[in-house]
Every structure is written in structure tokens, then in C-alpha cells.
């Protein structure tokens, strides 16, 4: 089934610096002089931080070291324990710690931004709630649950004049910015198709969306919304185009208890068939180690009693076929017929061995590929050399290669200077949500 799709995202407006206008250039020099003072002594940046998940701690890395740009001042967070290492690392006092967004409102702490990385239930509550308090955002993807909500956002923006910047990471790393920088190269001729494969992973899926706290849609959105928005932000980044319609195919749901193997348990650690099963809880949290970050030990715990208990009585040691509540679907695919004539596809595939991206760019005089270790470049003409790029460098580097930090780095240059900076405002980020959207009901 196709559906007509057209979208209009109003840019928002840049906030540029009044010129200098100099009576003669006699004081030109001074002038520069008393500009580059203040610019010196330009005060940091003011930032909270609301849910201290993995996302935001990453975030706020970058603030630990460039405390000179930016300060933190205050988190918000309903398990104030979360915020021991904030308290540790930025000095920041226990009455600038709050366990909900109405108290940091209500509290006149004097801020120009907040990073708001909670469950994605919130994120539009949140959004609009900051800007409406003056606020510019660092948004955790995605924007909301719904196209309403999405569209409401960039509403809020414009009318605020306030900056939301959707943290789409793969825009800012390494390998998908080689990806976009040969797909645009004239030798390479226009784009024909593009085809994108985002392979989640077993291990990734049982314990993120069927076991965790992503596996309801009425919770927070579905996985091809929560997971691959910004795969489809990457497409249309790559092609550049306008999207004139959508088709979506859905898989199935195999983690049900019609599926579960006979001879399973409700839990891993009373299953029979547990050693053979791909996924157990047992093998990937007490054997691996695997995917244990989340886990808090209680005092006096070590960590084999930490998992030992979390396996007996969290969600995370529940056979895989008995969450009930879980929504989660196997494999979807989002095929966009592009202005131009180009055709992409977003492929989310979930019970795959493989845990990476698989990109396919066929241009007029080449085709591209690329599985996040490599970029091959194979020429159309014989004549022209095979090119290959190598970025098994970035393969297990901290923060997506630098990604997370340059995402922050430009929201808070965008505040500082007053330009916009940041690759994926609310404005540009609209339309990949709106895609999603729609997939959903088609």
C-alpha cells in the first residue's frame, strides 16, 4: 500500500549577531580588542540534565571536559542515586539535584539549555515544558510518540525562537559522514537507489526491546520508530530528496508463548532447554557479561550476585517468550519512492547474528557499500581503480567515534554565538519522525 507523503518544515530562524558598524577605522583596532575580551570572557553556558540514563551521562561527558564552555547546573532524576557521579564530578550541591522536571522549573536556577534524555513517554512533555521556560533543548530521539507531537515540537521552536537539537548521531560520525561526503562526489553521478539495513542484533533485542523497557509501543514508540528514525533521517540525508511516497512491510511477532520451545520456563534459570536456546538470559548476563551496565549491585554485593539476582527476579531474567507485554516485531521495511526518481529502503532486521549497518548507494557511475568496517567504491568503467576504505578504527571506540561529544559541541556553539550549527535541528529532523510515523499506519 502506498501513501502520498509531503512535508513542509519551515527553517528556523537564525539568531545572527549584530555587526559592528565603526565610525572610522581609527578605532577599528581597538574595537576587535574589546570584541576578543568578550568573547574570552563570555559566560558558560547553563545546562540541566533530566534522567540520568546511559545517553545523558554520555552527553555530559563532554561537559566534564570542557568545563570552561559549559556548566552543569542542576539534574533532574525521580532515583536521585543517579546523580552521585554528577555531584562528584561537577561539584554541583545536593539542592541542585530534583527528582522531577516541576521542581528544576519551579526552583529560578538562571539556564540556557537542558539535555533531556528520559524515556521517549516523555520526551515531548519535557521538550516543550524547557522551551516554554526559555530554554534551548538536546533532544534524545525520538522527538515523541506521535506525529502530533513531533510536528508540536517544531511548532513550540519556532515560536519560542528557542533551538532543539535531535541527537541523530550517525550524521555526525566518522564513517556514515565518508558515506555522504562520496555520494555527493560528481564522479560519482547521481544517486539511483539507496539501500540501508539496520541489523539490531539478538543480544540488542532481547534485552533493549522484549526483556527491557522499549518493548511496549504505548510506552514509548515501536522499534522501527525508537530504532531506525534516524536511519531514516541518514537516507534522506544521503539522497537529498523529497519524499513523495511510502509503502511498509511488517514481520512478526516470534517472541510469544505459541513460540516458546517445549520443555521452557518463564525464566532462564529454571529452563530446561535454557543451554540451547540463542537467547538466554543466563548465557548472555552471567556467562558473557554481556549488556550488565544497567545492572546496580546492592552493598555488599559482588557482581556475580548482582546478575545471579537480577536473573531470578528482574525483567531482564524472563524467558523470551513469556513477556506478554511486548510488541516487538521481528523485521519491518520502509521503502520511499524519492523526488527524482530514486528509490530507498530502511530495513530493520532483528533476530540477526550481525549487529551493524549495511549501506548500499548505487549512483550512475558507481556503487557504493559499506558495513561500518568498510566503504568499497566499485566503478561502473573497468577502467577506473576499486577504491576501499578502511574505518575498523572507529569499531569499538567510546561515544560512536566522537559523535556523541560533536553533537553536544554544536548545540552549545549554536547557544554561545547565537548561529545555528547544529546538523539536525528539530526543523530537519521533522521529517524522518513523520516517515516513521506513517510506516506505522500503512
Known amino acids: ?6 512535508t513542509k518544515v519551515n527553517k528556523i530562524k537564525k539568531i545572527k549577531r549584530k555587526e559592528a558598524t565603526h565610525p572610522g577605522r581609527l578605532f577599528c583596532g581597538w574595537i576587535w580588542v574589546f570584541d576578543y575580551i568578550c568573547t574570552i570572557m563570555q559566560a558558560k553556558v547553563k545546562i540541566a540534565a533530566v534522567g540520568l540514563g546511559n545517553r545523558t551521562c554520555k552527553y555530559l561527558s563532554y561537559l566534564e571536559e570542557h568545563q570552561d564552555v559549559a556548566e552543569l547546573v542542576a539534574v533532574v532524576d525521580p532515583d536521585l542515586s543517579k546523580a552521585d557521579w554528577a555531584k562528584a564530578a561537577f561539584s554541583l550541591p545536593q539542592e541542585r539535584c530534583f527528582k522531577s522536571f516541576d521542581e528544576l522549573a519551579a526552583s529560578g536556577l538562571q539556564l540556557d539549555a537542558c539535555i533531556i534524555g528520559t524515556p521517549d513517554l516523555y520526551h515531548h512533555e519535557l521538550a516543550v515544558g524547557a522551551m516554554r521556560c526559555g530554554w534551548h533543548v538536546l533532544l534524545e530521539k525520538p522527538m515523541g510518540q506521535t506525529e ?17 537539537t ?25 544517486i539511483l537507489s539507496v539501500k540501508h539495513i539496520e541489523r539490531v ?10 526483556r527491557g523497557p522499549w518493548n511496549m509501543k504505548e510506552m514509548n514508540t515501536t522499534v522501527f ?17 523529497q519524499v513523495k511516497s511510502v509503502k511498509s512491510e511488517k514481520g512478526t511477532r516470534i517472541f510469544t508463548s505459541a513460540n516458546a520451545p517445549v520443555g521452557s520456563s518463564d525464566r532462564c534459570v529454571r529452563c530446561a532447554v535454557e543451554q540451547s536456546c540463542p537467547y538466554s538470559a543466563v548465557d548472555l548476563y552471567l556467562r558473557r557479561r554481556d549488556w550488565i551496565k544497567g545492572f546496580v549491585a546492592q552493598p555488599g554485593e559482588t557482581q556475580e550476585d548482582m546478575i545471579v539476582r537480577m536473573l531470578n527476579e528482574s525483567r531482564y531474567g524472563r524467558c523470551i517468550y513469556n513477556c506478554p507485554e511486548n510488541d516487538v516485531i521481528d523485521r519491518q521495511s520502509v521503502v520511499m519512492e524519492m523526488s527524482g526518481g530514486v528509490k530507498a529502503e530502511v530495513i530493520m532486521e532483528c533476530i540477526t547474528d550481525e549487529k551493524d549497518r549495511y549501506t548500499v548507494i548505487e549512483c550512475e557511475n558507481a556503487v557504493i557499500t559499506g558495513d561500518e568496517s568498510f566503504i568499497d567504491v566499485t566503478y561502473n568503467d573497468p577502467s577506473v581503480p576499486h577504491e576501499k576504505y578502511d574505518f575498523q578504527w572507529t569499531r569499538g571506540l567510546e561515544l560512536h567515534a566522537g559523535a556523541d561529544h560533536q553533537i553536544v559541541k554544536e548545540f552549545i556553539d549554536s547557544i554561545a554565538s547565537g548561529e545555528l550549527q547544529t546538523k539536525t535541528p528539530s526543523t530537519e529532523a521533522l521529517a524522518s519522525h513523520l516517515i516513521c510515523s506513517l510506516a506505522e499506519t500503512i
Open 1 to 6: 500500500m502506498a501513501c502520498r507523503f509531503h
Open 148 to 164: 502530533e507531537q513531533c510536528r508540536d515540537i517544531v511548532g513550540v521552536s519556532l515560536e519560542t525562537d528557542r533551538i532543539v
Open 166 to 190: 535531535v541527537c541523530y548521531i550517525l550524521r555526525y560520525h566518522p564513517y556514515f559522514m565518508k558515506l555522504k561526503e562520496l555520494s555527493v562526489d560528481p564522479k560519482m553521478g547521481k
Open 201 to 210: 542484533g539478538r543480544d540488542r533485542t532481547a534485552h533493549t526491546f522484549v
Open 225 to 241: 520508530f525508537t530504532k531506525c528514525c534516524h536511519d531514516v533521517d541518514f537516507v534522506l540525508w544521503l539522497t537529498g530528496g
